[in-house]
């Protein structure tokens, strides 16, 4: 069964970790900013249970996933066209809080497990770059 993904930001993360490269983001000093979200679904819409949970966290600041409902976009964050647009569903969403007055570069890991799919190739460690203005 082909599984689509809800965020085509997710194809990215199958090719990165097979380079071993993180992903990256770049958020102000001390605020909290989602860096990245992740969600499932099979061809037919139908939500999968995908959790994130924190292996690695980052030196200068904090790192917090929370499950949230969100509407898939008629067009993915790299350009993809999304089939199930404008349907909700349950995505783990993770958000970087930097040290007040912190900047530079922090890194954090995560493993992404899609709960529904043990075969989901996106399931995986993620690391991640962030740059603190």
Do not use: W
Request: proline share 7%.
């Amino acid at each position: 069964m082909r599984i689509s993904v809800l965020c085509s930001v997710l194809a990215v993360i199958a090719s990165v970790s097979a380079m071993a490269a993180p992903l990256t983001a770049t958020v102000p000093s001390g605020v909290k900013t989602e860096v990245m979200e992740h969600s499932a679904r099979s061809n037919d819409c139908v939500s999968q249970h995908v959790v994130a949970k924190i292996t690695s966290p980052p030196a200068n600041g904090t790192v917090t996933i929370v499950e949230e409902n969100k509407v898939v976009p008629s067009v993915g964050k790299l350009g993809g066209p999304q089939s199930c647009a404008g349907h909700t569903m349950p995505t783990a969403v993770v958000y970087y809080q930097s040290k007040p007055n912190f900047k530079g570069t922090d890194r954090f890991k995560y493993q992404r497990t899609n709960e529904d799919n043990p075969n989901d190739r996106l399931n995986g460690e993620i690391e991640i770059a962030v740059t603190v203005n």
